[in-house]
């Protein structure tokens, strides 16, 4: 089931599609429901609705202009997508579209009223649309976080490293192996005082960011290309991207112990974040050519939870 779900009417749905993209960049297209891109043909509309608000943890709910037009119909759907979470104790959090003002309870049905209760999130329709989109996925992180379950990922205090060390490790060795220049490439993961010039051309992972949701930790990190002449950086970045298109999915022996014990798996996706502000952040070095990516780490069995000590006392 995807971890987001997105309620709106479809009067808003130019709005609701923007809102859509940002989320899927942020998240991943498979953590987000929006019916229109999620409901398989010939299913029954209203028992899938339910079970994928059942299934998530958060409903978002945009509200717009005409969004009270049809809320007290008993046959609303929006009204059904709200009565659902609520019944399934699944966190609602209200957007407001624009200037469009939260509802105030007496215009609401007594099944769903106590969302006017809510905090609400605003997002505007013109230039600080992307403003306000960047202050709500924070929140949207900060909610999945207080929800989320220990899992085999979470529980793991040795994740994170061996997670960086693998995802370094998996890119040396296909380099190695498809044997794309005859260039001697060291790939290192570095922290913030190993940014350094060395004498060997050299490809460096820093991680800048962890962000726990619900049951998987994502993290955050930028390769940078350190050579001598551009072509150098511009093919191996180049040898970079074309590869993680490819195998998205890092192989589970670059992340677990031993292939008997292999707990989690590894996606790689392209980061909106600009590396050149990263950059900045960690190191007074001339800037060198950088990628964003982000690592979603995510138990091999999504449903599996587990005491913090589980990993370790078998």
Sequence with gaps: MATLFLSYRRTDSPQACRVYEWLVRRFGEDEIFMDVAAIPVAVGFSDFIKDAIAGSK?????????????INAADDPVRM??????????????????????????????????????????????????THMQSLLPKIESILGALAFQSV??????????????????????????????????WEVVGARDFVKQQQLHVTLFLHRVVRLAELLELHFILSFWGYYAISDHRLAGWVVRLLERTPVIPGKYIDPGPETATCEMKIRRSDEDPRQVWQMITDEPLRLSLSYVATLSPLTRSLKIDAGAIYNG
């Design 58 to 70: 958060i409903v978002i709910v945009l509200i717009g202009v005409g969004w009270l037009t049809r």
């Design 153 to 186: 990922v979470t529980a793991d205090p040795d994740v994170i490293h061996r997670a960086c060390k693998g995802i370094i490790t998996f890119l040396s060795e296909t380099y190695s192996y498809k044997g794309v220049d005859d260039w001697d490439v060291l």
């Design 81 to 130: 997508e709200i009565e659902t979470a609520l019944d399934n104790h699944v966190p609602v959090l209200p957007v407001l579209i624009g200037n469009t003002p939260m509802p105030d309870p007496d215009e609401l049905p007594a099944s769903i009223s106590a969302i006017a209760s809510q905090n609400a999130v605003a997002v505007g329709v013109s230039h600080d649309f992307h």
